[in-house]
């Protein structure tokens, strides 16, 4: 019952039961919860005229009640405690009326589902707290009902803080967000009035372990953030573990991880106090003369990546590296929080993947094998180093801050260039003398040996996307991002391209024939016809296969499904022709952009993959007409020959066609094993040297190089769906016997066809309450059972545990936004040495 509902109850009791002709009531109300209107509103439908009673309206309300209105009832509140006798000048009204007293404590008590007798001696204690009805009202819904002296008391601070639950660290959180300096946060001063800073501080010292007798925000925050930079770091700084002392540095950390969890406005403010405090801690001082295993894992200060990108350089320029390690790191790193938050560190973080993998794979070129063919060689491995240079130069290029990378760039480029492009050339100029390619398919068959078969065989429509300049590196890294799909599966084969390795002989090679010629005006024949333009190349195709349509990649990709399907309507074979890399690349203007016209071919075909998909399309092949060499640098005059001589048809910086050709010492002609445009000369450009004449020197193709030669042959096939792999906790006693716990977590299958990579996430917990980090990771091993096991470390917050309580470690599968439970494993608590 409420008080409301008591005065009620003693009012019918004045009047009906007592058969009273009127009353008057007096309710003396020391806390003043409550006004004349709302009473008069909460008390409209009884017989009684509601009065405010002040210490100086004594004399009018005698008038009134005594006076004009003798018949009526009254009931007079006043928010003040009851006078003293002589003091009193209503007393005589009061011995022929009532007095009406409201248990407030009992009530509240009974309203908040505690024991009256431990809310009794607290409403004592915060008299100023419970003044006040809104705050009562606040406090019913942050107390636990049955709650201790103590969680009530987490109750206070909840209202006050203004936390949406009675948790000390929603508590805290809520306090330091209001600043670090006592006299200007108004949550601690409101704590400072109504409740007890002391208090608060020995509960806040409990909860965080804190060793300190003189606490203040500011000491705090910096107590808390030493825990969590603590708990990543493999050493013991003496100056700040002194000062900083605390028994629950896991439960320091959680508190800051969770804080980097909330609204984007919250995070901001611990930010702030982050980088102030990373000054005040002199952090870079700290970590910068340590070794790196010491504090690589630290994410609590911005300071820690730059450090790490700044080591890094210097032992890649002095090539000290170990790789795996570095690696791991830097993947590691791109997870944290300030990767995540700062797009140049993290931009500079992918550049110094690209940067590792790049010298590493410099150990590839000394492991040349002279007794085995170069294309043969470059598609098992050689690739990589283009692959690395390019994702290199490509980031290092749109990087805000390229001092910093600048002399690495320009050791790598220096290697790249005078050490691996040196040796390509040379090895190239020996395949074309030995015309030894090795037995990789040619460009030549791929109509007849790769697409006939499958027109013949099934009924399955088939798409081939020829996207101009698409290199055999560029087209691996293309596969490795379809191969994310859950919906199909990508592989790649090499194609050796016609030669000269350009875009008119390149785009017939892949078109149905027996026979390619040229004639005087640089058009190629296929079997007598032209093959330059959609519509000529239309109608080789439907020569060979009535069912057959070609379109220009941009075109499908404008049409709504409607129009898609009415122009693939009885289609069984569609070309479809993609020119990004060779528009940039072809014109003096835009060369320089061509490796960034190299990662936007590779989106551009991802999202023909998807559209593709979307269309019910099985069988998709992309590849090439050519490839490409390009160097970033200014090509030295050694490198410039003079130009061919003679009646030339077609030409470049790399070949010539034509007839009676006079060939200098930088050039060769191009042996017939390479080439089957019939009845005239070619000429290419030995090694990668250029012919004088007008056109870009950095972008280059036409020459026999891997680079220029070798173009992907990518068949993606839509499948059922791949099913995650699963996992497993592979620990045969699940029991827990300290705060630091290491969970070996085992990949069921390897990553194939069938099974593709699951991202979790995993934490321990214990009463629905988390008592451990969170850790996120990507589970994508291939190989054997014994080599698909990942040892993941939990720190458990330093709460007593009953000898064989058990919590669970959950785990979710997170996929892209969307989080999904996974499963729980239940571990037994058994920490017989630990101390409480």
């Known amino acids: 019952m409420n008080v409301i509902e008591l005065i009620k109850e003693r009012i019918e009791d004045e009047l009906y039961k007592k058969n009273k002709p009127r009353t008057v009531i007096f309710w003396y109300d020391e806390q003043g919860e409550y006004t004349v209107s709302d009473l008069e509103e909460a008390l409209a439908e009884q017989p009684v005229h509601i009065r405010q009673l002040t210490r100086n309206n004594f004399f009018t309300l005698k008038l009134e009640i005594e006076f004009e209105n003798k018949q009526d009832s009254y009931l007079l509140y006043a928010d003040f405690a009851k006078p003293a006798i002589e003091e009193n000048f209503l007393l005589d009204m009061e011995l022929y009326g009532a007095e009406f007293r409201a248990d407030t404590k009992a009530l509240l008590a009974e309203q908040l589902q505690v024991s009256d007798s431990i809310l009794r001696p607290l409403i004592k204690e915060y008299r100023e707290f419970f003044k006040s009805a809104e705050r009562k009202n606040k406090l019913k819904k942050v107390v636990p009902p049955n709650a201790t002296d103590r969680e009530i008391e987490y109750a206070i601070l909840a209202v006050l803080t203004g936390a949406p639950i009675a948790n000390m660290e929603e508590i805290t959180r809520h306090l330091l967000l209001r600043g670090l300096q006592e006299e200007t946060n108004e949550v601690y001063r409101a704590i400072s009035k109504r409740f007890s800073t002391n208090r608060m501080w020995e509960l806040i010292s409990e909860y965080f372990g804190l060793r300190s007798s003189d606490l203040t925000l500011q000491h705090l925050m910096q107590h808390i953030l030493y825990a969590h930079f603590k708990r990543h770091a493999h050493f013991e700084e003496h100056s700040l573990e002194n000062k900083y002392k605390t028994t629950r540095g896991n439960a320091c950390a959680l508190f800051i991880d969770d804080w980097l969890h909330t609204k984007e406005n919250e995070v901001e403010v611990l930010e702030i106090y982050i980088k102030e405090i990373e000054k005040r801690f002199s952090i870079i001082d700290i970590l910068s003369e340590r070794p790196i295993e010491q504090f690589a894992g630290i994410s609590t200060f911005p300071v820690t990546d730059y450090l790490l990108i700044n080591r890094l350089t210097i032992e890649l320029l002095h090539q000290t590296s170990n790789f795996d390690a570095w690696k791991e790191i830097l993947n590691k790193r791109l997870k944290m929080h300030w990767a995540k938050r700062n797009e140049r560190v993290q931009c500079m973080l992918n550049v110094l993947i690209d940067a590792v993998d790049l010298t590493k794979y410099k150990m590839f070129l000394k492991q040349y094998d002279t007794r085995e063919p170069l294309y043969m060689q470059y598609t098992s491995k050689l690739y990589l180093i283009d692959q690395a240079y390019r994702r290199f130069m490509t980031g290092f290029l749109q990087l805000e801050n390229k001092e910093l990378l600048e002399k690495l760039a320009e050791q790598l480029t220096n290697w790249y260039e005078n050490k691996f492009l040196l040796k390509i050339s040379q090895e190239t100029n020996y395949l074309l003398e030995t015309e030894e390619e090795g037995k990789l398919s040619k460009q030549n068959k791929f109509y007849k040996e790769v697409l006939q078969p499958i027109l013949e065989k099934e009924s399955t429509r088939v798409f081939v996307i020829i996207s101009d300049a698409v290199r055999y590196e560029v087209g691996a890294e293309l596969v490795s991002r379809l191969n994310t799909r859950s919906n199909g599966v990508a592989s790649i084969s090499p194609l050796v391209s016609n030669m000269p390795t350009y875009t008119q002989l390149g785009m017939a090679s892949l078109l149905p024939h027996e026979k390619l010629t040229i004639t005087e005006n640089g058009i190629v024949l296929a079997d007598g016809q032209p093959t330059n333009g959609l519509s000529n190349r239309i109608k080789i195709l439907q020569n060979a296969h009535s069912e057959a ?26 070309y479809l022709y993609h020119d990004v890399i060779d528009a940039a690349g072809d014109s003096a203007k835009s060369e320089q952009d061509t490796y960034m016209a190299a990662e936007r071919s590779i989106k551009e075909l991802s999202i023909t993959v998807d559209r593709l998909s979307k269309l019910q399309a099985k069988r998709i092949f992309i590849t090439a007409d050519h490839g490409f060499l390009y160097q970033y640098p200014k090509i030295e005059n050694d490198v410039k020959i003079g130009s061919i001589k003679g009646e030339i048809i077609d030409s470049n910086r790399r070949f010539a066609i034509g007839h009676n050709l006079l060939i200098g010492d930088g050039a060769i002609n191009v042996p017939n094993k390479f080439s089957t445009l019939e009845g005239v000369e070619t000429v290419i450009a030995k090694g990668i040297n250029r012919f004088i004449g007008g056109g870009g020197l950095q972008f280059v193709h036409g020459g026999a190089t891997p680079q220029e030669v070798i173009v992907p042959l990518i068949d993606y096939r839509r499948t059922l769906q791949s099913l995650l792999v699963e996992i497993s906790i592979a ?106």
């Open 731 to 836: 620990m045969p006693k699940r029991i827990i016997t300290g705060y630091r716990i290491q969970v070996p977590i085992y990949q069921e299958q390897s990553i194939s066809l069938e099974y593709m990579a699951r991202t979790i996430r995993a934490a321990f917990y214990l009463n629905n309450e988390r008592i451990s980090n969170e850790i996120e990771w990507t589970f994508d091993m291939v190989g054997e059972n014994h080599e698909r096991t990942e040892q993941h470390v939990f720190n458990l917050v330093e709460n007593y545990y009953p000898t064989g309580q058990t919590c669970e470690l959950r785990i979710v599968t997170v996929e892209d936004e969307k989080v999904t439970p996974y499963g729980e494993t239940e571990f037994t608590i058994r920490m017989y040495n630990a101390l409480y």
């Open 549 to 574: 349509i070609a379109y220009r990649l941009t075109d499908l990709l404008d049409w709504s499904r409607a129009k898609v399907d009415e122009n693939l309507k009885g289609k069984r074979l569609v």
